[in-house]
């Protein structure tokens, strides 16, 4: 029973990009985060940092990056790179099915750059959550505690969907972490590694509706000693 609801929650999980207005309690939130601070970390150094927010702070921190957004001040890069400079197959065909499929269900036509761009700012306001989450990595650690924060981002996940919850991961924040610097007050050693919405989903919205496919196992992972 327990494998089927992990199964479940995990199933479940999608990027949603319109939230509800119901307030989520600060108290569910740290119980979502100390559960998933049992995800593995080598030698058990734990690299992740969660900077949480609601109501005011998450106001100023929105406030800040969407005026640098609405600006198009330029500058704004990544610390670490997310994407491949260039995009190959089969990543590439991936990418362009997800971004068309959730164009078409918001009525976004190829060329309509206002609208992508209108689409594409709602990423700064958390698509509305009632709580935002910063998370950030000290600068100096390497790749090793980047694959262990992996795994803990997606047990925050997990752990919310058990609670009814939906979340969205957002790495567009990492665009922006000049602005973000000092409206949160991060320290110089800290990197972000992402933004995450944290709310319950709008069951009427149409981009809520979408479910992206999955490659299955057998197109990915090779079987070999099995039964013989």
């Excluded at 001040?73 to 400079?85: A, F, L």
């Excluded at 505690?145 to 981002?153: A, I, N, P």
Aim: proline share 5%; net charge neutral; charged share 25%.
């Amino acid at each position: 029973m327990t494998a089927l609801v992990a199964d479940t929650a995990m199933t479940s999980r999608r990027s949603i990009r319109r939230f509800l207005p119901t307030p989520v309690a600060a108290e569910t939130i740290e119980a979502i985060l100390d559960v998933a601070a049992r995800a593995p970390s080598g030698t058990n150094m734990q690299p992740w940092m969660a900077h949480v927010l609601a109501g005011s702070a998450k106001d100023r921190l929105c406030a800040a990056v969407l005026a640098a957004f609405d600006a198009e001040e330029t500058g704004h890069k990544q610390e670490v790179q997310y994407y491949p400079d260039e995009f190959f197959e089969p990543f590439l065909s991936r990418r362009r099915k997800v971004g068309w499929d959730l164009y078409g269900r918001l009525g976004i036509a190829r060329g309509e750059n206002a609208k992508m761009k209108a689409q594409h700012r709602r990423n700064f306001t958390f698509f509305d959550a009632p709580v935002g989450i910063v998370f950030t990595i000290d600068r100096r650690l390497a790749t090793g505690s980047w694959l262990d924060y992996g795994m803990f981002l997606q047990n925050v996940m997990t752990a919310a969907r058990a609670r009814g919850l939906d979340t969205c991961a957002q790495a567009a924040w990492t665009h922006y972490h000049t602005a973000m610097r000092p409206a949160l007050g991060l320290a110089e050693s800290e990197t972000v590694v992402c933004g995450m919405a944290i709310g319950h989903a709008d069951p009427d919205a149409p981009e809520n509706a979408m479910v992206t496919e999955r490659t299955p196992a057998r197109e990915f992972a090779r079987f070999e000693g099995f039964g013989g």
